[in-house]
Nanobody, 118 residues
C-alpha cells in the first residue's frame, strides 16, 4: 500500500505547541478529503480533524479550539497546528488521505509520536 510521509512529532511540555505535516506521494493523483487520527496508549484510534477539498474543517470536541488543520494542494500536504497541548494529547498521530476520481481509496501514514509531559 502507498504510504504517506509524516513529520513533526516530538516531546513537549504541557501548554506547548507542535506542527504536524503529512505529504502525499505523487502517485496519488487526485485528493479529496485529508485528515488526522490518533491512538493514545491503551485506547482505540480516534478521529481528530478533517479538511475537505473545499477547505471545510471539522474537529473532535477534545481538540476544538486548540488544533488547526490546513492543506496545501500545490504541495500535496496536510498539516495540523497543535496548541495548548495537554498530557491527554499524547498519542501516535496518523494522517489520512482519501483519493478522488476515478476511485475513492484511503491512504495512511506510518504514524508520528507526540508526547506531552506534565
Amino acid at each position: 500500500q502507498v504510504r504517506l510521509v509524516e513529520s513533526g512529532g516530538g516531546l513537549v511540555q504541557a501548554g506547548g505547541s507542535l506542527r504536524l505535516s503529512c505529504k502525499a506521494p505523487g502517485s496519488i493523483k487526485t485528493i479529496d478529503t485529508m485528515g488526522w487520527y490518533r491512538q493514545a496508549p491503551g485506547k482505540q484510534r480516534e478521529w481528530v480533524a478533517t479538511i475537505t477539498s473545499g477547505d471545510t474543517t471539522t474537529y473532535a470536541d477534545s481538540v476544538k479550539g486548540r488544533f488547526t488543520i490546513s492543506r496545501d494542494n500545490a504541495k500535496n500536504t496536510v498539516s495540523m497546528e497543535m496548541n495548548s497541548l495537554k498530557p491527554e494529547d499524547t498519542a501516535v498521530y496518523y494522517c489520512k488521505v482519501v483519493s478522488g476520481f476515478p476511485i475513492s481509496l484511503d491512504y495512511w501514514g506510518q504514524g508520528t509520536q507526540v508526547t506531552v509531559s506534565s
